[in-house]
């Protein structure tokens, strides 16, 4: 089964972009969710050391 190529090189273009954008945004929100958690262990360890 073939399927009809849509759009073509801009569209491919716009796609790769969006994915580039998207993983940026993704690797931002990881790398504030585990500076979140570490401060959250360092606190959780002071507290438990009283």
Known sequence: MSRPVVGGERTLK???AEA???EARYRARVRTVLRSQARYRAR???VLRS
């Open 44 to 46: 959780v360890r002071t």
């Open 20 to 22: 580039a954008a998207n």
């Open 14 to 16: 716009a796609l790769a």
